[in-house]
């Protein structure tokens, strides 16, 4: 993304990569006239399962209403959805991923992730895109919307095991868990879920979150970056735009980090107990074609 950025530009770029994203989505996707019955017992109360019209078809989605207001008080509204038979291919997808041996174990995980999602993701880059159209802004304003949009939904445990009591755990999570119970999902392989599985049931970790914010600002051409720390055991993303702030540099770039598992945190700013850049690595990258 280039160091000027203008609305003009960045629409027309915007619009270019949507477009895309439906022409090879119509080219990929399988057509499922039999769906199976819902069979996750863990949906969000405000989720609707519904029929829709798209491309001259009737398709099964679940849908979220969401409305919320990003880290400087601007509100928004939109509709997630993604299709019930999208998700259920890439559960069955993520359960059969074996990336052991990989140089780079999560980012490779990750990699795979996004790829796999990404073409599938399109109504939710057509809701998101609906909003520039109605507010044009600016690239960073446009991901700060983004990004706000899911730092809004509440966090969720993802676990690789079945999710326990309470009493099983210590400190944060026991208390979380004490708080919400719902608040968990377990038997997850990595202990993630897909970007497609996120939208199915808004329960999300802080890699589900990256991934999927890495997914869809991949998709609007963003130079993004998912960061990792063992030492934090934490997740979170990067965006390499002209702003001042925090930042890790990575072959001679400054993404500057973002957390995302809770409001209120702004681009380049993350808390006291997690900011030592030492102990954050690129783990994944998402470098934009030169136009």
Same mark, same amino acid.
């Given at each position: 993304?280039?160091?000027?950025?203008?609305?003009?530009?960045?629409?027309?770029?915007?619009?270019?990569?949507?477009?895309?994203v439906?022409?090879?989505?119509?080219?990929?996707?399988?057509?499922?006239?039999?769906?199976?019955?819902?069979?996750?017992?863990?949906?969000p109360?405000?989720?609707?399962?519904?029929?829709?019209?798209?491309?001259?078809?009737?398709?099964?989605?679940?849908?979220?209403?969401?409305?919320?207001?990003?880290?400087?008080?601007?509100?928004?509204?939109?509709?997630?959805?993604v299709?019930?038979?999208?998700?259920?291919?890439?559960?069955?997808?993520?359960?059969?991923m074996?990336?052991?041996?990989?140089?780079?174990?999560?980012?490779?995980?990750?990699?795979?992730?996004?790829?796999?999602?990404g073409?599938?993701?399109?109504?939710?880059l057509? /809701?998101?895109?609906q909003?520039? *159209?109605? =507010?044009?802004?600016?690239? %960073? @304003?446009?991901? +700060?919307?983004?990004?706000? $949009?899911?730092?809004?939904?509440?966090?969720?445990?993802?676990?690789?095991? /079945?999710?326990?009591?309470?009493? *099983?755990? =210590?400190d944060?999570?026991? %208390? @979380?868990?004490? +708080?919400?119970?719902?608040? $968990?999902?377990?038997?997850?392989?990595?202990?993630?879920?897909?970007?497609?599985?996120?939208?199915?049931?808004?329960?999300?970790?802080?890699?589900?979150?990256?991934?999927?914010?890495?997914?869809?600002?991949?998709?609007?051409?963003?130079?993004?970056?998912?960061?990792?720390?063992?030492?934090?055991?934490?997740?979170?993303?990067?965006?390499?735009?002209?702003?001042?702030?925090?930042?890790?540099?990575?072959?001679?770039?400054?993404?500057?980090?973002?957390?995302?598992?809770?409001?209120?945190?702004?681009?380049?700013?993350?808390?006291?107990?997690i900011?030592?850049?030492?102990?954050?690595?690129?783990?994944?990258?998402?470098a934009?074609?030169?136009?």
């Amino acid at each position: 993304m280039s160091k000027t950025i203008n609305n003009s530009s960045f629409g027309s770029r915007v619009l270019v990569v949507v477009m895309g994203v439906l022409i090879l989505r119509s080219l990929i996707a399988l057509v499922h006239r039999t769906v199976q019955n819902n069979t996750d017992n863990n949906l969000p109360s405000n989720t609707e399962q519904i029929w829709i019209e798209k491309d001259q078809d009737s398709v099964l989605v679940f849908r979220h209403g969401r409305a919320w207001r990003n880290n400087y008080g601007t509100p928004y509204q939109t509709k997630l959805t993604v299709r019930s038979a999208d998700v259920t291919q890439a559960i069955l997808s993520h359960k059969s991923m074996n990336p052991e041996g990989l140089t780079s174990f999560w980012g490779e995980l990750y990699a795979q992730m996004a790829l796999e999602s990404g073409p599938k993701l399109d109504l939710i880059l057509d /809701a998101f895109y609906q909003i520039y *159209q109605q =507010q044009p802004m600016s690239a %960073e @304003l446009f991901a +700060e919307m983004v990004v706000s $949009c899911i730092q809004n939904i509440p966090y969720a445990l993802v676990f690789k095991e /079945a999710c326990q009591d309470p009493e *099983q755990y =210590q400190d944060w999570i026991q %208390e @979380l868990l004490r +708080e919400c119970p719902d608040c $968990c999902l377990g038997d997850q392989p990595f202990g993630l879920q897909t970007p497609l599985g996120f939208m199915q049931n808004l329960k999300g970790d802080c890699d589900t979150r990256t991934v999927f914010l890495f997914s869809v600002l991949s998709a609007f051409n963003y130079d993004v970056a998912i960061l990792n720390s063992d030492v934090y055991r934490h997740s979170i993303l990067g965006l390499n735009l002209p702003a001042a702030g925090q930042y890790k540099l990575f072959r001679g770039k400054k993404y500057l980090v973002w957390e995302t598992t809770a409001p209120n945190h702004i681009m380049g700013v993350l808390p006291p107990q997690i900011n030592n850049m030492n102990f954050w690595d690129v783990v994944l990258t998402h470098a934009p074609e030169l136009n």
